[in-house]
C-alpha cells in the first residue's frame, strides 16, 4: 500500500508545523506529482513543497542514473533549506559526512518499525526544535 506508514509521520511531525516535505520517491515518476501526493493525508499534503524528481530530467535519463543521495543533494542545493533531514531506505551513495541528515528506514516495514519512529523522533527533536 502507498504510504502505509503515513500517519506515523502526521503524528511525529505534528509538534514541527513548519517542516516541509519533497517527495523523493519513485511514486512520482510512477504516478506523477499531483497523484502521488494524492495518496499522503492532508495534513501532509499541505506540508508537500516539491519533489526531487520532475519532467525535466526524464528526457536525459540522467535523474534515474544518480543515487538517492545524489538527488536529494541536488534538491537541497538548489532549496537551501536550513535544516533538512530525509528519511530513506537506500543509502547508497550517502557519504559519511552526510549521514547526519538521514534516518534509515527498515526495508519493507519502514515506519512501521518501533525503532524507526524512535530514531526520526530523535533526530526532528535535534534538528528542528526551536
Request: aromatic share 10%; hydrophobic share 40%.
Amino acid at each position: 500500500m502507498l504510504f502505509q506508514n503515513a500517519p506515523i509521520l502526521v503524528r511525529l511531525l505534528e509538534p514541527y508545523p513548519g517542516v516541509k516535505l519533497v517527495l523523493s520517491t519513485s511514486w512520482v515518476r510512477e504516478l506523477g506529482f499531483d497523484r502521488a501526493r494524492g495518496y499522503l493525508p492532508q495534513t501532509l499534503q499541505q506540508r508537500v513543497v516539491g519533489a526531487t524528481f520532475h519532467h525535466r530530467h526524464m528526457q536525459t535519463h540522467e535523474f534515474s542514473m544518480l543515487t538517492r543521495y545524489a538527488q536529494i543533494a541536488r534538491d537541497v542545493e538548489r532549496r537551501r533549506p536550513a535544516r533538512w533531514l530525509a528519511i530513506d531506505d537506500d543509502l547508497d551513495g550517502w557519504p559519511d559526512y552526510a549521514l547526519a541528515h538521514v534516518v534509515r528506514m527498515p526495508l519493507v516495514v519502514g515506519l512501521g518499525s518501533p525503532e524507526a519512529q524512535l530514531e526520526l523522533e530523535q533526530r526532528l527533536s535535534q534538528i528542528f526544535k526551536s
